[in-house]
């Protein structure tokens, strides 16, 4: 009975959070194939262990977690880090043809984005581009709202000089 409701409750999830985990495990890995692997990782994990899920917040915020940690178990470890050094020597011929294809303004900017750290990456996807409150990002990454604010002003600084020879309306309020 337990694993006809795990099942559908899997599939629930799967059809309402999918999209947004790949989103947001992209934004950390910033590799489609990894992110997806990951998703698929958090499902797993979720149907195995369905008994164990609480519900003491919502289920799109205990995959997001369980999301993000599995993106950075994944950096931390040596595929990717070996897949880094690999990338490095094929990326020089692709690199020449993106700089031509990346000169839309979303691009540089979506791409100047994914150069942060990843401790401002984060608060910068959730912030703007999910376009959650202070305190949800504050939640969703177990910090304090003054550090989700302190890392936004930092990240906006390090966008700012990425940036410099480019007049965006964004960041020129700040």
């Not at 008994?51 to 369980?66: D, G, I, V, W």
């Amino acid at each position: 009975m337990d694993r006809i409701l795990a099942d559908q409750k899997l599939r629930l999830a799967m059809n309402e959070h999918s999209n947004y985990l790949l989103k947001i495990a992209y934004l950390y890995v910033k590799d489609w194939p990894a992110a997806e692997d990951i998703v698929q990782d958090v499902f797993l994990k979720f149907y195995q262990e369905f008994e164990r899920f609480e519900e003491r917040s919502s289920l799109k915020t205990y995959l997001t977690r369980m999301t993000i940690n599995k993106c950075k178990d994944y950096l931390k470890s040596w595929r990717y880090r070996k897949q880094i050094i690999t990338n490095s020597f094929s990326n020089q011929t692709k690199k020449a043809r993106n700089r031509i294809i990346e000169q839309d303004e979303k691009l540089e900017l979506a791409d100047s984005v994914l150069q942060l750290p990843l401790k401002y990456r984060e608060v910068v996807v959730y912030f703007y581009f999910e376009e959650l409150s202070v305190l949800e990002v504050a939640h969703i990454l177990s910090i304090s709202d003054n550090t989700v604010k302190t890392r936004l002003r930092k990240a906006r600084a390090l966008l700012k000089i990425q940036l410099k020879d480019h007049q965006w309306e964004v960041l020129l309020d700040e």
